[in-house]
C-alpha cells in the first residue's frame, strides 16, 4: 500500500498535516429549511508513513449498526493509527439518517447512483464528491452494511471472487462468513473497484436496530486489519476470531410458500440439514399452521425477523456450496 505520510494530505478544502488531527467537512446541500447540514470526517494522521485507511457507514441511512461500529472506532481511539492516516465517515447518507429513511429524499438509493455527477441528484452529487475527493486518498476502503427490511444479516464480508488479497485481508479480519458476490451496477463497491481500491463491505444486522454481536464483529475485525497493516496501537488488543470464516461460493434465498404470520426458530448462523424446521407461517385465527423446512443443506446466513410476510417473501438466506480451504 501506498506511503503518503511525508506528504500533507489536501482534502475537501482541506490540509492536514502527519501527526495532526483534523474535523473536516463533507457538505453538499442544506436542508430544505435552508438549516445547514454538517457530515464531520474524522482524520487522524500518524507521523510515521504508512497506508490511508478509510471506514464508511450509512450509505442507506437506515442502517445505523454500521454508524455505531464507525461510532466505536472514534470514540475509543482505534482511529488514532500507529503509523498512516485512518479516515472515518461514519453517516454518509446525512439525509435519510436524518429523516430515518434508507433513501434520499427524492427516494435514490445512494448504493445505485455511484460515481454520481456534479450537476445530477442531490444523491448523485454525493457520490460523485465521495468518490472524487475522499477515495482518492485511501488505500485500502472498509464499508459498514446491514441487511433491510426487517432481514437479519449475520456478520459477513462481501466481495467479488477470485481475489486472493481480498482473501486475505478477509481472513485478517475475522468474520465468520464471507460471501462472494458480484459488483452491482453503480454501487459504491463497483466504483472503488474500477478506482483501484480495494474495498471490504461489512454485512450485519438489520435496519434501525444496533446489535451487539455484529457491532462487536465489526469492531474487532477493524482492528485484527490495522494490526495487520501495522497501525493499530498496542494499548489496543486484537483478539483472535473464535473460529475460521467460512468462504461462500453461492447460496439462495428461500421463500415463503403461504402468506402470514411468521417466526423463525433456527438461530443466525446455524448450519442446517435439508428438510430441518426452520420455523413457521401462521393465520392470525388458529387454523393454519404451515411448518418451513429447510430446502437445502447449509449455513444461514439471513433471517427474516418480520412478524408478518406475504408469498413470495425471502425468508432464509442458505448457503448452497461453500469454497474449500
Known amino acids: ?6 506528504e500533507v494530505l489536501h482534502i475537501l478544502g482541506e490540509q492536514v498535516k ?3 488531527s483534523k474535523e473536516v467537512s ?3 446541500a442544506n436542508l430544505h429549511t435552508s438549516s445547514p447540514v454538517h457530515i464531520p470526517v474524522i482524520i487522524e494522521r500518524s507521523k510515521k508513513p504508512g497506508p490511508t485507511v478509510l471506514f464508511t457507514a450509512g450509505i442507506h441511512g437506515d442502517e ?3 454508524v455505531e461500529i464507525v461510532r466505536q472506532l472514534i470514540a475509543k481511539g ?3 493509527p500507529k503509523c498512516g492516516t485512518i479516515i472515518c465517515m ?5 439525509f435519510g439518517f436524518i429523516n430515518l429513511k434508507r433513501e434520499f429524499p427524492d427516494g435514490r438509493d445512494l448504493n445505485r447512483v455511484f460515481p454520481g455527477s456534479p450537476s445530477g441528484s442531490l444523491a448523485a452529487r454525493v457520490a460523485h464528491k465521495l468518490v472524487t475527493e475522499v477515495v482518492p486518498h485511501a488505500d485500502l476502503i472498509i464499508d459498514f452494511h446491514t441487511g433491510g427490511s426487517g432481514r437479519f444479516n449475520a456478520p459477513q464480508l462481501r466481495y467479488a471472487k477470485d481475489n486472493k488479497d481480498m482473501d486475505i485481508l478477509a481472513k485478517v479480519f475475522g468474520a465468520p462468513f464471507v460471501l462472494y458476490s458480484k459488483n452491482l451496477s453503480k454501487s459504491f463497491r463497483k466504483t472503488c473497484n474500477k478506482l483501484g481500491k480495494p474495498i471490504l463491505l461489512f ?3 438489520k435496519s434501525f436496530h444496533i446489535d451487539d454481536v455484529v457491532t462487536n464483529s465489526g469492531v474487532n475485525g477493524s482492528k485484527r486489519v490495522l494490526k495487520h497493516l501495522g497501525m493499530l496501537k498496542t494499548i489496543y488488543k486484537a483478539t483472535k476470531p473464535k473460529k475460521e470464516c467460512v468462504f461462500i461460493n453461492d447460496s439462495r434465498w428461500q421463500r415463503a410458500k403461504y402468506s402470514g404470520m411468521f417466526k423463525a426458530s433456527v438461530p443466525i448462523g446455524a448450519y442446517v440439514q435439508k428438510d430441518d424446521m426452520l420455523g413457521n407461517i401462521t393465520d392470525p385465527y ?14 444461514i446466513i439471513n433471517v427474516n425477523e418480520s412478524p408478518i410476510v406475504y408469498q413470495g417473501d425471502a425468508l432464509f438466506h442458505i448457503s448452497t456450496k461453500l469454497k474449500r480451504q
Open 1 to 6: 500500500m501506498a506511503d503518503k505520510q511525508s
Open 26 to 28: 463533507f457538505d453538499v
Open 286 to 299: 388458529g387454523k393454519f399452521n404451515f411448518f418451513v423446512r429447510a430446502s437445502n443443506t447449509g449455513f
Open 78 to 80: 482505534i482511529n488514532k
Open 90 to 94: 461514519s453517516v454518509i447518507n446525512i
Open 203 to 205: 454485512e450485519g444486522g
Open 18 to 20: 502527519p501527526g495532526e
Open 64 to 66: 445505523v449498526n454500521g
